[in-house]
């Protein structure tokens, strides 16, 4: 069975600082597909990065950046230079490479990330 | 493009009523998944389509729950009757066939029952 751990219910930052969020996963398969998705105020969710299982390069998009880490089953999102508009709810999420599951997602509890001024 | 559309955005209803969730996914996507997210549970699978047809709906909590597609473009989450504890925000996401394609979302139907 595949499981998503994001042990950071809450985190607050201070705007400007940097703040990484946390995602440890469980599969038994050797393909999969990692992916973040923010959740803000607003209610809607929105899909920031998918990576699959052989691309363990890092990645980097403006402020934000993910590492990933098969040796530890690890796939963190960091934001650099936090800013107000980052407060949402994000989510890691897993899809194990299955005919027919499609893009079958479990999803990791969210991490509540607050920027204060 | 018109991204996932979910109707109504808000439906408030009383315990016993029936309620109905309309989603309409992608043009093209062959996956269609419900989804239910509350404080307590986080967000939950509750069933998913391929091509039309439900795959697993060992998420849905109860024989209450209830979910059609009748066509590709049009899909029904029908709770009857409803009670308290389905207050919740529901959630239609549409994607591509492939595993490592991403889950598209509606904006979600904010439900609640008195």
């Known amino acids: 069975a595949q499981k998503v751990t994001q042990a950071q219910t809450e985190i607050s930052v201070v705007e400007k600082e940097d703040v990484t969020l946390d995602c440890v996963y469980e599969?038994?398969?050797?393909?999969?597909?990692l992916f973040w998705y923010k959740q803000p105020p607003s209610g809607e969710l929105v899909f920031l990065i998918r990576?699959?299982?052989?691309?363990?390069q890092n990645e980097i998009s403006g402020r934000y950046s993910w590492n990933f880490q098969k040796s530890t089953s690890s796939f963190n999102f960091t934001i650099t230079a936090s800013q107000v508009v980052d407060s949402a709810v994000y989510f890691c999420?897993?899809?194990?490479?299955?005919?027919?599951?499609?893009?079958?997602?479990?999803f990791g509890e969210g991490t509540q990330l607050t920027v204060n001024p | 493009d018109a991204g996932v559309i979910q109707s109504p955005r808000h439906e408030v209803t009383e315990m016993g009523q029936e309620v109905t969730l309309r989603c309409k996914p992608i043009s093209g996507h062959d996956y269609l998944f419900w989804y239910r997210q509350t404080m307590m549970r986080g967000l939950e699978l509750l069933i998913y389509f391929n091509n039309n047809v439900p795959i697993d709906d060992s998420g849905m909590p109860e024989d209450r729950f209830s979910a059609k597609m009748p066509n590709a473009s049009f899909s029904t989450l029908k709770i009857q009757p409803s009670e308290p504890r389905d207050s919740a925000v529901y959630f239609c996401a549409s994607s591509l066939r492939q595993s490592y394609n991403e889950q598209f979302f509606g904006p979600g139907t904010r439900l609640t029952v008195l």
């Open positions: 999420a897993l899809s194990e490479a299955r005919e027919t599951s499609g893009s079958r997602l479990t």
């Open positions: 599969t038994r398969d050797t393909t999969y597909y």
């Open positions: 990576r699959n299982s052989f691309d363990e």
